[in-house]
């Protein structure tokens, strides 16, 4: 484990590998090691997995004064590894940021890997569901709430027979800061339609979903892959939202050739 001190942040990441760099952005409520197959795969690139603002164990006395400063501390994380230019890929909240460092600055992007997400803005009543959630962990801690999603987060088979996913997952969440995911969730309502930028995205791009992904499911993949030029879709069978830890090979083989892509 790597710590890098920003500014108000101070960054924990780990990396593996050597080559095309890749940014890896994890979900909510998560954190780097969810990444952890990716990280031991031995693939094509220097992955570079950080601990987003107050997740994992990355801390700063400040909360992120919007959605956009998730993108913001990226790019200065970068700036401080020395990378000019750089691939992101993220997963659900991670896609979004990846999304938004493509609005912010789209020239220091190589490549953009978009898994288990969405470009649209959320509908009023999930906006408000987000907000109840952040009041929910900020009163009943991280534990009751990553019991109750993850049997959303994770298909039926994977629940049946990857008990261990089952188990990491349920920790990784429980261990989540309260303040992080609760600051994330507030952030997360305020984000931009990304829709209209997709035609502008250039860059190759690809988009991997999980088969039962519950929470973005395969429509809204399609839908990004429709709006953005040079993309391609990769449907993970019997996968659920979080497909790379579900079916890391599979999932290593499209990032694998994403990579050798770009």
Known sequence: MSVLCLN???????????????????????DWTMWRPQLAAG?????????????????????PAGWSTYAEDLLAFADSLGLDRFAAAGLSMG?????????????????????D???????????????ALAE?????????????VLPRMLCAQTLETKPEIAHELLDMMQRCPVRGA??????RTGRRD??????????????????????????????MHAGIP??????????????NLEQPQAFDAALGKFVRRI
Do not use: W
């Open 230 to 243: 040079n993309s391609e879709v990769v449907v993970l069978q019997q996968a659920g939202h979080v497909a």
């Open 194 to 223: 990304y829709l209209p930028l997709l035609a502008e995205i250039s860059i190759p791009t690809l988009i991997v979903v999980g088969e039962y992904d519950a929470f973005t499911p395969v429509a809204d993949a399609e839908r």
């Open 136 to 148: 929910r962990l900020e009163r009943e801690g991280m534990e009751p709430y990553a019991r109750e």
């Open 95 to 115: 896609g979004q940021i990846a999304l938004e460092l493509a609005a912010l600055a789209p020239d220091r992007l190589i490549g953009l890997a978009l898994c």
């Open 8 to 30: 108000d942040l101070t960054i924990h990441y780990e990396q593996a590998g050597a080559g095309t760099p890749v940014l890896l952005i994890h979900g909510h409520p998560f």
């Open 182 to 187: 609760a600051e994330a969730a507030r952030a």
């Open 43 to 63: 693939l094509p690139a220097h992955l570079i997995a950080p601990d987003l603002r107050n997740f994992g164990r990355s801390f700063s006395q400040n909360g």
């Open 117 to 131: 997400t969405f470009a649209q803005l959320d509908a009023p009543e999930k906006s408000a569901g987000r907000l």
